[in-house]
């Protein structure tokens, strides 16, 4: 039995793994999801870290792949460094870290990482005085940006749990110095209205050596086909895919 850690992303809570951990346990393995701290402004990607090694540690967990969707992926190399038993690390339309850099360095050096949706959509979120943002004025464009190709009712349900988010894992130099020697696989979305499958395969290659898997799917695969989701990176975790 593999345990996957589940590291969700920007604004969303560990309810957005709740279909993929459901096909996940089908296929005999576990899935640990927790709520990242989004609202806790002094919390970056090694926070983040710090809460994902905690539940694993209160899961006994032994044989560990570590899969990150969206802005989770900054602490995906973290948690795999840092737990004895990982054996791999999977990206799920997600963002990588780079060392020495911010998000926000290799956003603006690179403004093509982004979907072209994503500058109009993003612009509906609501931003309050201490800089933190949600999507709590336009839950209809969240589901135009995440779940365009999710069931409808999924869709409105999730759109309306979106949580207050503040920027210090984007803003931050990541804490990553290298990355960890292990097995990576990097998944993109075809239909991705947040980050670019493009670039995000460009940067699988050239700052990983892997070649990406693309889905066709929107940014939230999991909640789209989480069943394929659960088959793929079960395949991925045994090297067969």
């Known amino acids: ?39 806790d402004p002094a919390c970056g990607a ?17 044989d560990v792949v570590v899969v990150g969707h969206s802005l989770g992926g900054t602490s995906v190399p973290l948690v795999a460094e840092r737990w ?28 093509q990482s982004h979907a072209p949706e994503w500058a109009e959509l993003s612009s509906h979120l609501y931003t309050y005085e201490d800089g933190s943002n949600d999507w709590s004025t336009a839950p209809e464009v969240a589901a135009q940006a995440f779940y365009q190709d999710c069931p409808e009712d999924l869709a409105r349900d999730w759109s309306l749990r979106l949580r207050r988010q503040y920027g210090t894992t984007f803003n931050e130099k990541t804490p990553l110095r290298e990355w960890p020697d292990l097995p990576t696989s990097v998944i993109v979305s075809a239909h991705d209205r947040v980050l670019s499958p493009s670039w995000l395969r460009d940067e699988a290659k050239r700052r990983l050596g892997v070649e990406a898997i693309e889905l066709s799917s929107g940014h939230t695969p999991m909640g789209s086909q989480p069943g394929k989701v659960a088959r793929l990176i079960d395949e991925l975790s045994r090297g067969v895919a």
């Open 1 to 39: 039995m593999t345990t996957f850690a589940l590291l969700h992303g920007a604004w969303h809570g560990a309810w957005s793994w709740s279909l993929l951990v459901e096909e996940l346990e089908k296929l005999g393995h576990a899935g640990v999801a927790v709520d990242l701290p989004a609202g």
């Open 46 to 62: 090694s926070g983040c870290a710090d809460v994902v090694l905690s539940a694993l540690a209160a899961a006994g967990a032994q």
């Open 84 to 111: 004895p038993h990982s054996r791999g690390m999977i990206f799920l339309a997600s963002l990588m870290p780079e060392p020495g850099c911010s998000l926000a360095d290799i956003a603006s050096r690179a403004p």
